[in-house]
């Protein structure tokens, strides 16, 4: 009888549980990738649970919870499965920790361009605590985990672009031209040259980067693998429903213009049936991985979506939603500052009147993007200290508001408030409820979206409280009733928020934010 492995809630310390991880790697269960490595001590090689190759004795094998960690112990990538070619791992939105914290900051390339101390400085820890907590819960230091993302980095630029290896090298975040020779061959077993040949012969490069002119930056066109089911029709509806004109355009595809820290980028998402493929136009591609780490957050890619299914399926209330939409996301934010500010301009109005206004800030005060082509968004939202200190001349409706945004705005530009993907979620909620205009729902909005935690309902919110009574649970016995949908509680929000759609009785507004 085969034996039937189930994936859990969350997966926190799952490699540490050898018997529980020799049985996924022995049924090849994919929902694991991304989770953990399995390296075999034979072969010096260590691969995804899911790689077709014959399983290796159990004697022979050693599990780590990052690929940095494998590389440190001198162990090279797998050819056939490439391992670092997965979705992320869900446990970073789950857990809300210090390394969780820094591997969002890690993939944002925050390593490459400020450092140890930078990274440091941004949790809030010595150089030498974070590099002990780290190496303890993800057994490798900062370097070695910044390490493995420029060389994933590196691999991608490489197999699926046409730049010159040398800008590769520099764009991947490497110091010299060495170190990324020396890094390619340790971790790949291959040369540059010799993986971009292996790509050609795949006919992975169907789409290669073009070096222009800088009037059209940069392109590259990439694969964003997630985990199945996926409702990509359910979270292109709601950026559709909140697309600011200018910067963001839904049309069968998803497009937006990014503020990256080289220079603004634009992105197209289209959704495949295994994939998103992600069109990039960079001005700078060293902003290549933050771009896709934007994206990977904004579509939250990194999912584990059978997870939330078994749990919120369980529940009678929620089952019939569940089902006809399994595979729901949570739509996270490329931007803190911009999140923070269209949370406050969509405050106790519909949507409607959130995006207008949104749009009027944007025409108004955004700046151009040269290297927009046909069809895509021209502007970036406007910067924290632009509206700041003209969004009392553009912007309608009570003054004491208005004054509460131009306050936050300055503080976010000031740095005083400062908001990014790092942050711990208690200290940033603390930071936002003492400004001006910021309320429970709104911090608690930021927190779920930016952050991406899992577990927050916004009980509060007038279109969630109706949609739960659409389903026959009645607003006042919510928060109780959703202690079950632990610890996906913000996933069964999305439900309710589209239960509200269609409500028992007639409804004149709209307050989904």
Not at 205 to 231: E, I, M, W, Y
Not at 249 to 277: A, F, I, N, Q, S
Not at 322 to 333: H, K, M, N
Request: aromatic share 6%.
């Amino acid at each position: 009888m085969t034996q039937v492995l189930e994936a859990p809630p969350t997966c926190a310390g799952l490699w540490r549980d050898a018997e529980r991880c020799y049985r996924a790697v022995s049924s090849r269960d994919a929902r694991f990738d991304g989770q953990f490595v399995v390296a075999v001590r034979t072969t010096r090689i260590y691969c995804r649970p899911s790689c077709p190759a014959m399983t290796p004795k159990p004697q022979n094998v050693e599990f780590y919870p990052t690929s940095a960690a494998a590389q440190s112990r001198g162990y090279r990538a797998c050819r056939r499965c490439l391992p670092d070619a997965v979705p992320g791992s869900p446990e970073w939105d789950v857990r809300a920790d210090l390394a969780a914290r820094a591997m969002r900051l890690i993939a944002e390339g925050t390593v490459e361009r400020e450092g140890v101390p930078g990274l440091s400085r941004r949790l809030g820890y010595s150089e030498r605590q974070l590099g002990r907590v780290l190496s303890a819960e993800l057994g490798a230091g900062p370097l070695a985990l910044a390490r493995a993302h420029r060389a994933h980095s590196a691999r991608v630029l490489i197999e699926m672009s046409d730049l010159p290896i040398t800008d590769i090298a520099f764009a991947a975040g490497f110091a010299s031209v060495r170190q990324f020779n020396d890094t390619i061959r340790e971790v790949f077993a291959r040369t540059p040259s010799e993986l971009r040949t292996a790509a050609a012969r795949r006919g992975h490069r169907k789409h290669p980067a073009t070096n222009t002119a800088p009037s059209t930056g940069v392109r590259l066109c990439l694969r964003l693998p997630f985990r199945q089911p996926f409702d990509a029709e359910g979270i292109l509806g709601f950026l559709a429903a909140r697309a600011i004109p200018g910067v963001e355009v839904v049309d069968g595809d998803y497009r937006r213009t990014l503020r990256l820290p080289h220079g603004p980028g634009v992105v197209r998402v289209t959704t495949r049936t295994t994939h998103v493929e992600c069109l990039v136009r960079l001005t700078d591609v060293r902003d290549l991985s933050s771009a896709v780490a934007r994206v990977r957050r904004l579509w939250d890619l990194n999912a584990d979506p059978q997870a939330v299914l078994d749990c919120l399926s369980a529940d009678p209330m929620l089952a019939p939603m569940v089902g006809a939409a399994p595979g729901i996301r949570v739509p996270g934010a490329v931007d803190g500052a911009e999140l923070v500010l269209r949370a406050m301009l969509g405050q106790q109005v519909s949507v409607a009147a959130a995006r207008t206004a949104a749009a009027r800030l944007t025409a108004e005060l955004g700046e151009p993007v040269t290297i927009a082509s046909g069809g895509d968004p021209t502007q970036l939202f406007p910067a924290p200290d632009v509206v700041a200190e003209h969004a009392g001349e553009i912007l309608n409706g009570p003054q004491r508001r208005i004054a509460a945004i131009r306050e936050v705005a300055a503080a976010l530009a000031s740095g005083e408030l400062d908001v990014h993907v790092g942050r711990d979620a208690d200290e940033l909620r603390h930071d936002l409820l003492a400004m001006p205009g910021i309320g429970p729902w709104t911090a608690d909005y930021v927190l779920m979206r930016l952050l991406g935690r899992t577990d927050l309902l916004l009980d509060t919110d007038r279109a969630l409280l109706r949609g739960a009574e659409a389903i026959g649970i009645s607003p006042r016995r919510l928060a109780d009733h959703a202690r079950r949908w632990r610890p996906w509680r913000s996933y069964a929000g999305m439900y309710l928020w589209r239960a509200s759609t269609t409500p028992p009785r007639a409804r004149t507004r709209k307050d989904t934010p």
